[in-house]
């Protein structure tokens, strides 16, 4: 048996073993979990809240929460990113809420029987009672309550090779963000990362780099116009990355333009660039109604390079939500600017194209869909030198995946997910398939188990990964995890294998409200080299 089809066994044998642990479900378990779960809003933006819960197993993107008040419950937000403990939420139009405000997430079978009022008597009623609501809210709002929030934290990752020799990095990481300061109109966001390298195990030669994503302070004038100044990310165009500079927005009703103007950081580190100025325009719609929500963007941006043309392209977004269901997201950018033979030419060049479909048929089934295209952008004036050779490089690569995840007996996930890179030369073709199965209640030991496994295979390689691991709570400042996962690689052209096995244990404490500690120690077995990685983490909140 040659080296594939071994490989192909055992990951047949895998598959089969989390075949095993679906059907042990069937005969577990039986009893049932809360079907509501209450949180607590911790921080507001502009444009996000963010809710606390003591877990969000049950909760994914796209669910509906509802502020509860004096026993009512009002649908009010929806998810769109949510961690372990907390969700980022955008608000219902019209619906305002506050730090501390009380939050309850509702299966779908009790928000079915909570929102479908038949008598037109109740109907009236409740349209009065939600009408109030509304009213008292924006009463206590009038004066938004300055907020502050962040996090920092102190990493260090070890790497420690008997073969590759040593690697220590130390990185510091600070988010941090306020609105309405001193009960202002003023607000601000930063977020920053620092490096250190060290080299040839000593604490005195080191490699460092900073990088700031972001630093702005923002006017918010009155509920239709607003400024913003500093390097910033434009959530209208997420794709555009930073710009160091000034952005002025002016909303009315459902509609919205916008003026930008500054220089885009450097390629290389990331710092401030003179010499590349960059402007543009965009305007777009927003719309909220009980089945529709979403938002579409259109802008044209120009960047220059010592005042020439580098880039000049146009660039679209839209996202919305449809009966809860299904969520679209898509953004294109369009090259308006090319050079050809050292002539200016008017043709029109797609660049960059993502679009995201998530559908959910039920609450406990969820799938997604996306497709990528992405040409190389060229920057005329930046590469010049270069130019013929990306010119001949200027080949579209493409990618599609599907991705579905199912929720089993309330308790456990399973999920698949297949995805294929290709461009028109064939070149850097790659097909991947992912499984995973997680058990959120295991029995005996409690805690929770996540299996999965991979296979990737391309030109040059074929790649099998398995793992499992164990998380649990061991108190309720304390956790523990391990893990355990296998790697095999094949390379097609020298015929080299490679084995990889690895072990990890970590630990994490919460000692306070605001500190937490986390550490992961990890041992790996190769064929040709053996070594340890130790990684440390502190965190505050604040």
């Known amino acids: 048996m040659n080296v594939i089809q071994e490989v192909g066994l055992k990951f047949k044998i895998l598959s089969l073993l989390i075949s095993g642990f679906l059907l042990l479900q069937i005969s577990i378990f039986g009893q049932g979990i809360p079907d509501t779960m209450d949180g607590e809003v911790s921080f507001v933006t502009s444009h996000n809240v963010y809710v606390k819960f003591d877990s969000t197993s049950l909760i994914s993107a796209g669910d509906t929460l509802f502020l509860v008040t004096r026993n009512e419950a009002v649908p009010c937000l929806v998810v769109h990113h949510k961690s372990s403990f907390s969700c980022a939420c ?39 009672s939600l009408a109030k609501l509304s009213r008292k809210l924006l009463r206590e709002e009038k004066s938004p309550e300055a907020m502050v929030f962040g996090k920092m934290s102190v990493a260090s990752y070890s790497t420690l090779s008997t073969q590759n020799g040593n690697r220590h990095r130390l990185a510091y990481r600070l988010n941090f963000a306020g609105t309405n300061l001193n009960d202002s109109k003023i607000s601000f966001d930063t977020y920053a990362a620092y490096w250190q390298n060290f080299r040839n195990d000593t604490l005195w030669k080191f490699d460092q780099n900073l990088r700031v994503y972001s630093a702005s302070i923002a006017y918010q004038l009155n509920n239709n ?29 459902n509609k919205f333009v916008g003026v930008l103007a500054g220089f885009a950081p450097d390629y290389t580190m990331y710092r401030f660039n003179f010499n590349l100025l960059m402007t543009g325009a965009y305007g777009g719609l927003v719309h909220s109604s009980k089945i529709f ?18 880039r000049r392209f146009s660039y679209l977004q839209h996202s919305s939500t449809l009966w809860n269901k299904l969520n679209v997201y898509a953004t294109a950018e369009v090259d308006l600017y090319n050079l050809v033979n050292g002539e200016m030419t008017n043709n029109l060049k797609l660049t960059n194209l993502y679009a995201s479909l998530s559908y959910r048929p039920t609450n406990n089934i969820r799938i997604n869909l996306s497709y990528d295209t992405r040409k190389q952008i060229i920057y005329y004036e930046t590469f010049k030198t270069e130019l013929e050779n990306m010119l001949e490089d200027d080949l579209a690569r493409q990618g599609l995946r599907l991705m579905v995840n199912a929720r089993l007996f309330k308790v456990s996930n399973f999920g698949l997910s297949v995805a294929q890179r290709f461009q028109s030369d064939q070149q850097n073709a790659s097909n991947n398939i992912n499984l995973f199965y997680s058990l959120n209640a295991v029995p005996v030991i409690k805690g929770n188990l996540l299996l999965n496994a991979n296979r990737n295979v391309s030109n040059y390689l074929l790649g099998d990964v398995y793992s499992a691991r164990y998380y649990r709570d061991i108190s309720r400042k304390s956790n523990v995890e391990l893990y355990y996962r296998w790697a095999h690689y094949t390379y097609h052209q020298s015929e080299y294998t490679n084995e990889v096995q690895y072990l990890g244990l970590g630990w994490g404490l919460r000692f306070s409200k605001k500190y937490t500690f986390n550490i992961l120690c990890e041992r790996s077995i190769a064929t040709d080299s053996n070594g340890y990685r130790i990684n440390t983490r502190i965190s505050k909140r604040f």
């Open 90 to 128: 955008t608000p219902f139009y019209g619906c305002e809420i506050k730090k501390g405000s009380k939050i309850r997430f509702i299966k779908k079978e009790e928000k079915n029987e909570l929102l479908v009022v038949k008598n037109p008597v109740e109907q009236s009623i409740l349209k009065d």
């Open 225 to 253: 116009l607003s400024f913003r100044a500093g390097r910033m990310l434009n959530q209208r165009a997420s794709s555009l990355g930073a710009l160091d500079g000034v952005q002025g927005e002016y909303f009315i009703k």
């Open 293 to 310: 929500a979403g938002s579409t963007t259109l802008g044209v941006m120009e960047q220059r390079n010592h005042f020439n043309i580098d």
